[in-house]
Nanobody, 121 residues
Framework: QVQLVESGGGLVQAGGSLTLSCAAS????????MGWYRQAPGKQRELVAA???????MYADSVKGRFTISRGNAKNTVYLQMNSLKPEDTAVYYC???????????????WGQGTQVTVSS
């Protein structure tokens, strides 16, 4: 089994910063791309940022220049540095990873449980 555990959400004022962390653990053979998604009330889940094992990144237009995604040295962690936060960034943020696992032997997209980010105006 594979688990993704997120941390770092919370309440912040507009213009403030937060850093989200996500760590993958379990029966992992390899991890491919990792990313962060978010879902606001009444809206569909959307991709915020993603990063490959080689370090290539992509961002949603709404967060470019404000958010930075990075991976830890062990490659099983991913971070999202969020600066200049806006009320419209308020959502539940989910970590996602493409993992090839030993048990069971398969490649699968895994999700974290989500962490709430609330930005007050």
């Amino acid at each position: 089994q594979v688990q993704l555990v997120e941390s770092g959400g919370g309440l912040v004022q507009a213009g403030g910063s937060l850093t989200l962390s996500c760590a993958a653990s379990g029966s992992i053979f390899s991890i491919n791309a990792m990313g962060w998604y978010r879902q606001a009330p009444g809206k569909q889940r959307e991709l915020v940022a993603a990063i490959t094992t080689g370090g290539s990144t992509m961002y949603a237009d709404s967060v470019k220049g404000r958010f930075t995604i990075s991976r830890g040295n062990a490659k099983n962690t991913v971070y999202l540095q969020m600066n200049s936060l806006k009320p419209e960034d308020t959502a539940v943020y989910y970590c996602n990873a493409g993992v090839t696992s030993y048990t069971p032997i398969r490649s699968y997209d895994y999700w974290g449980q989500g962490t709430q980010v609330t930005v007050s105006s």
